[in-house]
C-alpha cells in the first residue's frame, strides 16, 4: 500500500492526488467530497499507492483534447516504442542496473496499447458517496477482515510493536484495495509492460518514466519474481497495491529472506503497509476520528477543514458522540467533515485521517478505511443514515456549479469539476447570502440555486 506522493491535500482544487490505479479510473478526477476514488483509480492521474477493486472499463473512447492522445501522436509513439526503451537505459543504469541486466530485463518487451483507452477514458459514475462506502465497508468484507487477522496474528503483533500502526488500519486498507488479495483486485498485466508503455506512449509519461525505471530495479533485485510483478493497467501490485516508485520507499523485508516481496510474503506485505503508514504520519494508540452528533442551531460555519480544534473545544460546542460515548483524548485536535452536508453523518477526523488520505485524496476512501478498520475492532456500523435523495452530480454539473460561482466573483480556481477547499469556501459563502445551511456542500440545492 505504498503510494507516490505528490503533495497533494484531499479535494485540493487541480490536484486529484496521489493514490493507486486499477479500479475505477475515470474516478480520479473527482476526488472529492463526492467521488470515492479507490486507490486503484488513482495512480492513472498521479501514480501512487494503492488498487482496489476493477471497475467495468468504458468503450474505447474518441482520443480527444491531450495533444499527447492524439491518433496520430500514439501512432508514432508506438512506432519509436524500442528507441524510447533503449533511451531510458542510462536512467536505469544510474539507479545501479547494468547494461547487460538492463537488455535482459527490456529484451522482447512491447507496448500494451489497449491501456491507452483506459488512459484515456473518464466515464461517469453516478455513485452517492454513501453508497460508495457502504459497498466498501459490507458485512461479507468485516467477516472476510476478522479471518484475516485472526489467521496472521503472529505477524500483525509483531509488525505492530515493530512499527506502531494499528493493525485494524492495515488490514481495512488490504480489504479495500484487492479484497484481501482476490487476483481480481490484484491485476493481472505485466507491470513492466504497463509501465514502459505509460512511459513511452500517451499523456503520463514524464510520471510514469521514473515507475517504469522503478519496476526495473525491483526486476534487476529480484524482489518479486518477473512472472509474479502482475498488477493493473498503471502498475500497481500485490494485495495493497504499490505503485513501483512506492516500493522502492515503503517497502520492507519483514521475514529476513532478503527480499521485500510485497506480492507473496505476508510478513513482507503487512510490514510494508505499515511502514507506509508510519512514514505519513500514523499516531499509534489513537484513531482517525469519531462519529459526532451536532448540536441543535449548530453554526454550519465551522464546517471548514481549516477551523482546527481539540477535541475538549468541539465538545464545548455541544458535538458529542453517538450514545454518549465520551472522547477518550480530550487535546486531540481535528475538524468537522460532512461529506453528505447536514443532512448525511457528521464526524470529527483526526490527524489519522490526514495520514490515511496520504495513501488516497479522497474523503470517501479515507472514511471507508477507518470506518472498516472500527467495524474490524468490533465497532458498530455508522449510527446517522446517509441521505436517501443524495444524487452525485455529474462532472458537468461540478464544472458548471464551480462556473457560476467564478461568475459570481468567487475564486474556485480552475473550473475542471473537482470540488476542493475553495469551491467549499465559495459554496458555503454563496450559502450565507442564500439562506441557506451554510454547510459548504455543493449538491444538487446549491446548484438549483445557483441557476436562479
Request: proline fraction near 7%; aromatic fraction near 10%.
Amino acid at each position: 500500500m505504498a503510494v507516490t506522493k505528490s503533495g497533494t491535500t484531499t479535494g485540493i482544487e487541480a490536484n486529484a492526488g496521489s493514490a493507486r490505479a486499477g479500479w475505477a479510473a475515470a474516478l480520479a478526477l473527482t476526488a472529492s467530497v463526492f467521488s470515492i476514488v479507490p486507490a486503484a483509480a488513482q495512480a492513472q492521474e498521479t501514480g501512487s499507492i494503492f488498487s482496489g477493486f476493477q471497475a467495468p472499463q468504458a468503450p474505447a473512447p474518441q482520443r480527444a483534447g491531450h495533444p499527447m492522445m492524439q491518433p496520430e501522436v500514439i501512432a508514432q509513439a508506438e512506432a519509436n516504442f524500442p528507441n524510447c526503451i533503449a533511451a531510458m537505459a542510462p536512467l536505469a543504469q544510474a539507479k545501479g542496473v547494468s547494461p547487460q541486466n538492463y537488455a535482459q530485463i527490456v529484451g522482447g518487451l512491447t507496448p500494451d496499447m489497449k491501456i491507452m483507452d483506459y488512459l484515456d477514458s473518464q466515464p461517469e459514475f453516478s455513485k452517492p458517496l454513501g453508497e460508495y462506502v457502504n459497498m466498501l465497508v459490507s458485512d461479507r468484507r468485516v467477516t472476510k477482515g476478522k479471518e484475516i487477522l485472526a489467521k496472521y496474528k503472529p505477524i500483525f503483533d509483531k509488525v505492530e510493536k515493530a512499527y506502531g500502526v494499528d493493525r485494524y488500519v492495515i488490514a481495512a486498507i488490504w480489504g479495500i484495495e484487492s479484497d484481501y488479495g482476490n487476483p481480481n483486485g490484484m491485476g493481472s498485466r505485466s507491470v513492466l509492460r504497463s509501465t514502459a508503455t505509460l512511459a513511452c506512449i500517451g499523456r503520463r509519461q514524464d510520471y510514469f518514466r521514473d515507475e517504469f525505471v522503478a519496476t526495473v530495479q525491483i526486476l534487476n533485485r529480484g524482489d518479486v519474481p518477473a512472472d509474479h510483478l502482475k498488477g493493473s493497467w498503471a502498475g500497481a501490485f500485490g494485495p495493497t497495491q504499490f505503485m513501483p516508485t512506492s516500493f522502492q520507499r515503503f517497502a520492507v523485508d519483514f521475514d529476513g529472506d532478503g527480499k521485500r516481496n510485497v506480492v507473496d510474503s505476508i510478513p513482507d506485505v503487512i510490514a510494508s503497509t505499515a511502514n507506509n503508514l508510519k512514514l505519513d504520519g500514523w499516531s499509534f494508540g489513537k484513531t482517525w476520528g469519531y462519529e459526532v452528533v451536532l448540536p441543535p442551531g449548530f453554526d454550519y460555519r465551522y464546517v471548514d477543514r481549516t477551523k482546527r480544534y481539540t477535541v475538549a473545544q468541539w465538545a464545548s460546542l455541544g458535538i458529542r458522540r453517538p450514545g454518549g460515548a465520551g472522547f477518550p483524548r480530550p487535546t486531540d485536535t481535528g475538524f468537522l467533515l460532512l461529506p453528505t452536508g447536514a443532512k448525511g453523518p457528521a464526524f470529527l477526523v483526526l490527524p489519522n485521517f490526514s495520514a490515511i488520505l496520504k495513501y488516497n485524496p479522497a474523503d470517501a476512501y479515507a472514511l471507508a478505511i477507518g470506518h472498516l478498520s472500527d467495524r474490524l475492532r468490533g465497532g458498530s456500523p455508522f449510527v446517522a443514515s446517509w441521505p436517501a435523495d443524495e444524487r452525485a452530480l455529474s462532472r458537468a454539473e461540478r464544472v458548471e456549479i464551480q462556473t457560476r460561482l467564478a461568475q459570481l466573483g468567487y475564486d474556485v480556481g480552475n473550473p475542471d469539476g473537482i470540488l476542493g477547499q475553495k469551491t467549499r469556501v465559495a459554496v458555503q459563502d454563496f450559502q450565507v447570502r442564500a439562506g441557506l445551511v451554510p454547510d459548504g456542500y455543493p449538491g444538487v440545492v446549491v446548484l438549483q440555486r445557483l441557476r436562479q
